[in-house]
Structure formats: C-alpha cells, structure tokens
C-alpha cells in the first residue's frame, strides 16, 4: 500500500511517499509563498492593449503574470485568479508566478496534506517523517547527481529543462539501461517536474533505443508525463506538469533558504538534557531563521535558542546542539 507520510515543520512542510516501505517521491512546500491552487483576488497593475495577459499584485505585494483576461480588463480593478505555478528562482532571475482568471471561491494556500489528499492519495501527518528519508533526499538534491554500479547521473536545472547527463564505463546499451532506474527515482525524489531532458549514450541500433524506451516506460509508469522516444544522439526529452518547485531548484538556487529549514528540524528533534539550542551556521543561514521560526523553535522543543553565527562554515556546514 501506498502512504504519503506528512511531516508540519517550521517554515516547511514536507512529504515523503512510501510503498512496501520503501520511500519513492517527496514533495514539499514553503508557508508563505504563492502556492498552486490559491484562488484569490489579485490587482491588475499591467497590460498591453488588447492582450488577455497581464500582471495582478496581491496583498503583501506579491505578484504574478496573470492570462484569460477579459477583453475589456482595466489596470488597477480587481481580478479573481487561481494561481497555477509558484514563482521559481534561476540564476540572476527568477520566473514569475502564474495565475489565471477564474470565478472560483476565494480559497487560501492549500496544505501539503490537503492537496496530497484532493489528488485521492492516502495521507497521515506525523510529527517526524521516520530518519533518514527526507535527509537522504535533501542529500540527493546538494549532491545534484547520484552514482550506480558502472556509471553516474548528474542534474543540471536551467531555464529551459531540467539535464540528466548519464556517464560511466560500461557499454553503452548497458550504461544506457543500468541509469534508467537511478533517473526515474531522482525525477520522483526531487520532485522535479516541467521539461526534462536527459542524455544517453548514443546508442545506433533501435533496438538497443527500444529497449531504453520500454525500460523508461516501466519506470516512469507511475508519474504522468509525455516524452518523446530516444533519437539517435541518446536523448530523450520527458515533459511533465509544473506545479511545484523542486528540491534540486531550492538546492540550487536557494540554498541558503532550504539549509535554514533543514537546520530548525534538527533542532525541533533533538534529544537530551539542557535548556538551550545553539544553531551554528553560515552568516547567510542565520540571517534567514525569522524570528517567528525561532519563537515556534521555542514553543516545540520547550528551550531557549541560541543563534552562532560562524564565517567559516560552508552554507551546509550548520548544526544545532543542545547546550547548558
């Protein structure tokens, strides 16, 4: 049986998949920012002449590009819209949210249990996803590549696509097939949705590329996705709905951000004797644990906290310990 167990951390909620035991996919979302799935009433603040997109501000500033527009669409009225992609951070730019017209009810940011449970999953809250699955995913998306017997992936998020580059030693029909599942469980792992391309080796025979093909189709069975069949480079390109960010996004290009919450759940979880939790990290880190994080840090774990910044600690380099 199937379970998404649903961890409510500070600043964070997360969600791991288990089937037969097994952790198969993650998703996660930030209290906070504009989610998929919010319907609410958005301020027109720009549009060209006749064009049924624009931009809508929404209270506390946020914005979004906004389509489906009524022809006759004013700046400055106000617009109903249902939001259909968070913003996602890239190198030196980030893409705007996305939204659309609609006449829905106002209805606010879904929880990651809630909207988990609207798809039809089965769902249980816990106070702690069981260690070390969400650690090991997290690890996955620093790491942006994982290795397997005879070779490795490396993922490259880009403005386009998602990159999978597969290498290693072995030949390449068997290279090609031995990547197949390390592909496919990093994609569910790291949530990572939109387009994705991923480079083979080039494999000249179409059996050999057949045999990819129908291995990737197994794979990938459970996630719902298009994708073309690999051309005679060894590339295939998966297409899939993007709904949310992934982890591999926020590991690179928000890094400081998702490290500050992984920090606050290693405090929440700490175990022993003494009143107060010390959170050594980066200047970069520190400067990013809000206060109404630390309060509920405080209210959790029944401790005061401490915070140390240190220079010389790599942005993964924190840890938080108990202390007198």
């Known amino acids: 049986m199937a379970e998404w167990l649903v961890e409510e951390g500070i600043g964070e909620e997360r969600a791991v998949l288990f089937r037969d035991g097994e952790a198969v996919a993650t998703r996660h979302r930030w209290p906070g920012e504009l989610q998929s799935g919010t319907v609410a009433d958005g301020r027109l603040i720009q549009r060209s002449a006749g064009s049924a997109r624009g931009m809508v501000s929404f209270e506390g500033g946020q914005q ?16 109903r819209v249902r939001i259909t992609r968070p913003a996602i951070h890239e190198q030196g730019r980030s893409k705007w949210a996305q939204a659309e017209v609609c006449d829905l009810p106002e209805a606010p940011p879904p929880s990651l249990a809630a909207s988990l449970a609207a798809e039809g999953h089965a769902v249980k809250t816990v106070r702690r996803i069981p260690a ?36 290693g030693d072995l030949a390449p029909r068997d290279l090609a097939l031995a ?4 592909v ?24 050999d590329r057949r045999a990819v093909d129908q291995a990737l189709d197994e794979a990938l069975a459970s996630r719902p996705h298009e994708r073309t069949a690999m051309n005679g480079f060894g590339f295939v390109q998966i297409v899939a709905r993007l709904e ?8 690179r290009f928000q890094r400081p951000a998702l490290v500050a919450r992984q920090l606050l759940r290693d405090a929440e979880h700490l175990e022993g004797t003494g009143r107060t939790i010390e959170l050594t990290a980066s200047p970069a880190v520190i400067a990013l644990l809000a206060e109404d994080w630390l ?11 401490a915070l140390r910044p240190d220079p010389a600690l790599a942005i993964e380099g924190c840890h938080a310990q108990i202390v007198p």
Not at 189 to 200: A, K, M, T, V
Request: glycine share 10%; charged share 20%.
């Open 64 to 79: 979004a590009l906004v389509k489906r527009l009524p022809a006759n669409a004013s700046e400055g009225a106000s617009y």
């Open 132 to 167: 070390p699955f969400w650690v090991d995913a997290v690890t996955d998306a620093y790491a942006a590549g994982r290795g397997f017997a005879g070779g490795s992936i490396s993922l490259f998020p880009t403005p386009a696509m998602t990159l999978i580059d597969v290498d």
């Open 179 to 182: 990547a197949v599942p390390p």
């Open 184 to 207: 496919a469980e990093a994609i569910a792992l790291l949530d990572i949705g939109g387009n994705i391309g991923i480079d083979f080796p080039t494999l000249p025979a179409k059996a």
């Open 244 to 251: 949310r960010i992934s982890l591999l996004h926020r590991a």
């Open 295 to 305: 309060a509920q840090l405080r209210r959790r774990s029944g401790r005061e906290v």
